[in-house]
C-alpha cells in the first residue's frame, strides 16, 4: 500500500485523536491498521478487523455485534461505501454517530471518514478512524430530562435534512400550560418531574428521523417525519400525553402544541422553530385548544405584525392614531357623567384598525408605552379645547396597559401633559386591570396611592372576567369598578345574574363607583338601575365617537 508520499497531516492529527485508525483502499476495499489506542480502543473487534482485511466484511461484522439496535439500520446505510464517498467528495470529513454496545455496556462512538490526497494526485484511499465521543455526547444533554439541549438540536436538525434530502419533516413545540402555577402549587420538585416526564414521553421512541430537546424552559421541540407525527397527532397522542403524566403519579397539567409541517430543508431551522412558536401562540389563550397548524393565516398575521412594527413609529409621527371616546351615562338620570379614550388607527395600508389588532402586539414589543402616552397627551389636549371652546366636560377614562403602568416616572409624565394644558387631575381617570397584578403588590399598591392622591382616579377595568378574584377589590387602592361586558353578553343566565349583582353590592360596599359596560339593551339598563350600578356605558347609549363627534355629543347631552 503506498502510504509512504500520502498527506500526513491529516494522518497525524487522526492518530492523536482516534482510538484506531484505518486507511482503505477504495478500489479492492482492503484495509489497514495504522494506529491503535489498544488500551482505550476495543482490541478484539481490532483484531477481528484485522484479519477480515475487508470493509464490506468487517462492516457487516461490526454492525451485527458492537452497534445499538435502534442504530443499525441508519449506521449501515451511512457507512456504505459508495455512500461515504458522495460525502466525502467536498474534501470535508464525514462523521457517523452511534451507540456502541460490547459485552453489555455501551457509550457513544463517532466513526470519522477523510478524504486521503497523496503527492502524485491518486485518490485510491481514505481514512477512517473510530473513537468514544461519551463525554462530549453527555454534555449536548439536558442534564434534567436528558434529551438535547436546544443548542445541539439546531444542528442535528439541520444535519438531519441534509441526510435526508427526500424525507418530509413536521416541526413540533411543545408548552406546558401555566407551569408557573404548578411549580408554586407543587414545589420545583414536582415541576422537574413533569418536565422530565415530559422529555421521556417524547423521546420514548428512539429513531433516526426523530430528534427531542428542550427548547428552554417547560417548552421542548421535536422534529420528526411526517408519518411519525401524524402518529402522534392522530391518536390523540397530547391524551396520551397527559394519561402518561396520571400513570407517573403527577398532578394533572395541560400541554399545548405548535406544528410546522413539511420543513424546508433548505431554510434555517431557527426560523422553523419561530414559525412552530407562532403557531403554539396563536392557541395560547384559547381554552381548550391543544394543537395549532402553522397555516397561511398564521403566515399573513406574522406579515401583517411585521409590518406594524415596521410603520408605527411613523404613525406617531404622522398622528395616524385617532382617539375616540364613548360616553358614560348615570344609570338613575341618563346624564352623561364620563367618557373612555380608546384608540384606533387609520393605517395608510389597511385602513381603519381596531385596537384589538395592534393593542396585543404593542403590549408583546412594548410600544405600548408611546401609544398609551399618545392617548394620554391628545386626550389632555382635547379637554383644554373644549374648555377654550367654553364646552362643558366630563372626566375622561384613559387606559393603562401593564408596561405603560410599570414605568417608573409614570406620574411624572402623566402630570407633564396635564400642566402643560392646565388641567384639572380630576378630570382624568386611569383603567387599569387585573394583570398588573404581579409579584410586587406593594409597588403597585403605592404607586396607586401616589397617583390618586395627585387627584387622579383609578378605575379596575373588565372586572368579572375570566377568573378575577374578588381579593384585589380589598388589596388595592381603587375609585371605580368596571364590571366587564361578559356580563352583559350572558344576560340572560341566572347564575351569571346572581354573581353580577354581588359584584355590585360589595363594590358598593367597599366605597367604590360601580360602571357597567357593553350595555346595548334597554332591558339591560333597567335591570342594572334596580341592582344599583352608577354608570351605563356601552353601545345602548352610544359607540366609541371620533374626536368631532364627541365634541358634538357633549354640547347635546350637558
Ligand atoms: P376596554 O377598555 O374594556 O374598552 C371597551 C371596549 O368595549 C371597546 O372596544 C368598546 O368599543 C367596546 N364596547 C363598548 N360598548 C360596547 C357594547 O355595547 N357592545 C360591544 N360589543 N362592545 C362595546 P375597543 O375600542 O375595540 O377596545 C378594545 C380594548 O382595547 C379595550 O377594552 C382596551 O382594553 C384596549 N384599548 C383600547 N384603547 C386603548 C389604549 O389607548 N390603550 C390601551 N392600553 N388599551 C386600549
Ligand atoms: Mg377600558
Ligand atoms: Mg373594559
Redesign the pocket.
Known sequence: MAVENMDVKIADSMCSEYQSVWILNTKDCTMKLISAKKEQAASDSIDTAVKMNSYPQIREWYLENCVAAVDKKRVAEQTMLDYVLSRIQDGEPYYVEYTRVIGGKSNYNQIVYSKLRFEDGSDDYLLFGFRDIDVRKKAERDDLTGVYTRQIFFQKAEQLLIDYPDTQFDLMISDIVDFKEINESYGPNVGDDILRASGEFLAKEIRDDVLVARYGGDQFVIMASHEYMLQINEEGGTDEFEGYAKFQNLPKFVTKFGVYENVKHNKSVISTCDKAHSALNSIKHQYGKTIAFYDDKIRREIEISRKIEGSMHQAIEQEQFK??Y?PKHDAMTGKIVGA?????WIHPEYGFM???EF?PLFEKNGF?VE??GY?WRHTCKNLRKWMDKGIKTVPIS????RL?FAQDNLLSKMHKSVVENGIDPEMLHL?I?ETMMTDDVETLVRKLTAIRAAGYQIEL??FGAGYSSINILSTLPLDVI?LD?SF?KQFGDAKRAKVLAACIKLAKELGYKTVS????LKEQCDVLCILGVDAI????YS??LPEDEFEEYLKQNI
Request: net charge negative; aromatic share 8%.
Open positions: 382617539v375616540y364613548q373612555e379614550a380608546l384608540i384606533r381596531s385596537p384589538g393593542i405600548i401609544s398609551d392617548v384613559v387606559n393603562a396597559s405603560t383603567e386591570t377595568d373588565d368596571k361586558m352583559m359596560e357593553g350595555v346595548e356605558q356601552g353601545f345602548y359607540k366609541p
